[in-house]
T-cell receptor, first 114, second 113 residues
């Protein structure tokens, strides 16, 4: 069974640009969450989607947005990139948004802003 | 609000030593608790979980018991191996707050031969 797939694995952008990251969940999983991981802040929750609807949103500016498609694949977009957006972005999927449902993570997209 | 606090790292142990990584939590309701492990260059992998008080999660020789009275979920392993070197994250998911996951800051473990 294929795991969570994130593309691309590495990305280099410059300040002011925008970027789109992609996540394909495990087959049958309908919930997708996104996290930003940095050495200083650890894992910070960005947002969660279930059945194409955003269910939860973390404390990030509006430059960070996402969406989920009918096949449960999800994309995350960051506009007007800043140096501080350099991080590992992790996507996680689960069957549904239940508290008992563990999240399964992809290997992440490492975004570097020059 | 909900939160997870885990011991600061890094932790360095000799092979076959006993490991404890402390984790305490604050939650509005009755959360499910998890330990995840992250190996270099990879995403997080679920290590073990517990969904109610006094439950013990276990996997690969690691154990953690859900202690409601002390709001703790400490990770233990009796004899660590070099291959256990990784970063360990404690996490909770609380139905009361929409099942959003909250992660601790991670504890880096290095096991030396």
């Amino acid at each position: 069974k294929a795991g969570v797939t994130q593309t691309p694995r590495y990305l280099i952008k410059t300040r002011g640009q925008q970027v789109t990251l992609s996540c394909s969940p495990i087959s049958g999983h309908r919930s997708v969450s996104w996290y930003q991981q940095t050495p200083g802040q650890g894992l910070q929750f960005l947002f969660e989607y279930f059945s194409e609807t955003q269910r939860n949103k973390g404390n990030f500016p509006g430059r960070f947005s996402g969406r989920q498609f009918s096949n449960s694949r999800s994309e995350m977009n960051v506009s007007t990139l800043e140096l501080g957006d350099s991080a590992l972005y992790l996507c996680a999927s689960s069957f549904g948004p239940g508290a008992y449902q563990p999240q399964h993570f992809g290997d992440g997209t490492r975004l570097s802003i020059l | 609000g909900d939160s997870v606090t885990q011991m600061e790292g890094p932790v360095t142990l000799s092979e076959e030593a006993f490991l404890t990584i402390n984790c305490t939590y604050t939650a509005t309701g009755y959360p499910s608790l998890f330990w995840y492990v992250q190996y270099p260059g990879e995403g997080l992998q679920l290590l073990l979980k517990a969904t109610k008080a006094d439950d013990k999660g276990s996997n690969k020789g690691f154990e953690a018991t859900y202690r409601k009275e002390t709001t703790s979920f400490h990770l233990e392993k009796g004899s660590v191996q070099v291959s256990d070197s990784a970063v360990y994250f404690c996490a909770l998911s609380d139905r009361t707050t929409g099942n959003q996951f909250y992660f601790g800051t991670g504890t880096s473990l290095t096991v030396i031969p």
